[in-house]
């Protein structure tokens, strides 16, 4: 397996629930993907932008305690008018859900303005002259990969109570919104871009066995005609396939699907590539979840040397300590409390708070 394949394992590492977020951010980390959505959403501006220069903008312009609310990814990228000589550098804001959320549109509208933040203090650290400052227009595109419908508008205006007369005075902006599960398959696989092709698998990752194995044959077919130098988008698009199988089927249909990729790829060494790809994502994912098991046992059970610790020394423990040390997930936390707990006087005395 080739390193990106193997970093890729390791950022893969996680909850399964997780894997609509990550699965997407990884995808689209990859300039060719986003040109793909691109091609989907916003097909008239795909000829004045040139992703060959689109760059990856790391999220550090969010202040440290806003952290947790920030926005997926962020590029910028040349935006070319009618004639050369009229070029402007943008930002591509993309942010995925997988779930409904009505407060979308503040929420837009809050990490464009941490990107004009972000230029202003530059511009302030660097003694630019105000005269001189020019915001970089942003073009933000909700990627919804959700079952249920969404009809949230993507406005401040559901936000509010607005009469009528104080409607001027709401700030309003265009969000391209894209929903996968909702977009028909002819649309996403129109300009035969690989991407579009992966999200006619990820349209049928609930879907019976027979329509997810049609949606995976009919991608791969068209993914493996990528030519030799796109092997690393070929790679990237095969990775993703045997990720949401082992992730989104059953168990029992996981050797019965990943044969089914081999079958349509073309090529000895495609083929050997794509077998070995897929063996060592399947190990490397049973071995972590067989640690995350170890650490779940080993947490358990210092759980319970805890409670059983405080049971001895003070009879009782209320159900509200108790319900507090089961949520501790923390190894080092635990020993710490065992301690504290074998020397305090009475249970007020153990600093549950450290």
């Known amino acids: 397996m080739q390193p990106k394949e193997t970093e890729a394992l390791s950022f893969f590492d996680f909850p399964i629930e997780h894997f609509a977020d990550r699965s997407t951010r ?106 001189q400052w020019r915001f970089r227009p942003i073009i933000p595109i909700v990627f ?63 879907a019976d066995k027979g329509e997810i194995q049609t949606a995976l044959m009919e991608a791969v077919i068209h993914i493996d005609t990528l030519d030799e130098r796109k092997t690393q988008q070929w790679r990237r698009a095969i990775f993703y396939l045997y990720l949401l199988i082992l992730h989104r089927r059953p168990t029992e249909e996981h050797d019965e699907l990943k044969t089914l990729v081999h079958q349509h790829i073309q090529g000895t060494s495609r083929r050997e590539e794509g077998e070995t790809m897929a063996q060592t994502m399947a190990e490397y994912l049973m071995e972590q979840g067989e640690r995350r098991g170890e650490r779940r046992g080993e947490t358990n059970a210092k759980r319970e040397a805890v409670l059983k610790l405080l049971r001895l020394r003070f009879d009782s423990v209320p159900e509200a300590v108790a319900s507090r040390i089961a949520s501790i997930r923390s190894l080092s936390r635990l020993d710490a409390l065992f301690e504290n707990a074998a020397t305090a006087q009475t249970l007020d005395d153990i600093d549950w708070d450290d």
């Open 26 to 131: 990884w995808l689209l980390e990859d300039r060719e993907n986003v040109q793909g959505l691109l091609e989907i959403v916003a097909e008239h501006l795909v000829a004045h932008l040139d992703f060959s220069q689109l760059t990856h903008i790391n999220r550090s312009f969010i202040p440290d305690n806003l952290r947790e609310q920030e926005s997926d990814i962020v590029y910028t990228v040349p935006f070319r008018g009618e004639s050369e000589a009229e070029e402007l550098l943008i930002y591509i804001l993309i942010e995925h859900q997988s779930t409904i959320d009505v407060t979308m549109g503040f929420r837009v509208l809050f990490y464009m303005t941490q990107i004009w933040d972000f230029q202003r203090r530059e511009w302030e650290s660097s003694n630019v002259p105000k005269s």
């Open 144 to 206: 919804y990969t959700g079952e249920q419908r969404w009809q949230t508008p993507l406005t401040l205006r559901v936000m509010m109570d607005l009469p009528d007369a104080l409607s001027a005075f709401v700030p309003e902006f265009e969000t391209l919104f894209f929903s996968v599960k909702d977009t028909d398959a002819a649309n996403l696989t129109r300009t035969d871009h690989p991407f579009g092709w992966l999200l006619t698998v990820l349209q049928k990752e609930h």
